[in-house]
T-cell receptor
Framework: DSGVTQTPKHLITATGQRVTLRCSPRSGDLSVYWYQQSLDQGLQFLIQ???????AKGNILERFSAQQFPDLHSELNLSSLELGDSALYFC??????????????FGPGTRLTVL | GDSVTQMEGPVTLSEEAFLTINCTYTATGYPSLFWYVQYPGEGLQLLLK?????DKGSNKGFEATYRKETTSFHLEKGSVQVSDSAVYFC???????????????FGGGTRVLVKP
């Protein structure tokens, strides 16, 4: 158990809909990261928040947004869903903003299926 | 940009066989290197890491040495067990871009199947 929790575990929805994925980081970790794992794109970094502020952005679509709240939990919002958004979405957390000794710990993931 | 290339699987082995998974990288700065493992139906777990050249990461019988001259971080285990069946991901975090955060760049993953 990494200490990172994600809800829900599974999500099935229809095209055009909007969903929210939730992540609680390990106790004391200030950074939260979101990754998408799909069969065709592999594991891709989406976005990082550090202590409530966006700090790094990857291949995140404009239809997707995220935020980190004062209690440090984070939400990833996916809207106008398309079939291609079906994937496993991982949240990870780490203690620092950046640095070689900083390790990212991953949650169990949310499997999103868009029908 | 940064990239990680690892051998494609699946790799099928018998118990007690020697395992090697090749990983090479390109990076603009001084990356830290990681191996993560994903067991069926689970999230990613950190297996080992190395933060500078010639460092050797090790855990649970797995080892990998950071080779700057060959830009490689190959994963090895001397005697695999059925419980080692999983997908293994090589990843890097580039230290030169501290101000921009700490994203991990992953390889495509290598599925390993160990048969009794």
């Amino acid at each position: 158990d990494s200490g990172v929790t994600q809800t829900p575990k599974h999500l099935i929805t229809a095209t055009g809909q909007r969903v929210t994925l939730r992540c609680s980081p390990r106790s004391g970790d200030l950074s939260v990261y979101w990754y998408q794992q799909s069969l065709d794109q592999g594991l891709q970094f989406l976005i990082q928040y550090y202590n409530g502020e966006e700090r790094a952005k990857g291949n995140i679509l404009e239809r997707f947004s995220a935020q980190q709240f004062p209690d440090l939990h984070s939400e990833l919002n996916l809207s106008s869903l398309e079939l291609g958004d079906s994937a496993l979405y991982f949240c990870a957390s780490s203690a620092l903003l950046a640095g070689g000794t900083d390790t990212q710990y991953f949650g169990p993931g949310t499997r999103l299926t868009v029908l | 940009g940064d990239s990680v290339t690892q051998m494609e699987g699946p790799v099928t082995l018998s118990e007690e066989a020697f395992l090697t998974i090749n990983c090479t990288y390109t990076a603009t700065g001084y990356p830290s290197l990681f191996w993560y493992v994903q067991y069926p139906g689970e999230g990613l777990q950190l297996l080992l890491k190395a933060t500078k050249a010639d460092d050797k990461g090790s855990n649970k019988g797995f080892e990998a040495t950071y080779r700057k001259e060959t830009t490689s971080f190959h994963l090895e285990k001397g005697s695999v067990q059925v419980s080692d069946s999983a997908v293994y991901f090589c990843a890097l975090s580039d230290l030169m871009i501290k101000a921009a955060g700490n994203k991990l760049t992953f390889g495509g993953g290598t599925r390993v199947l160990v048969k009794p």
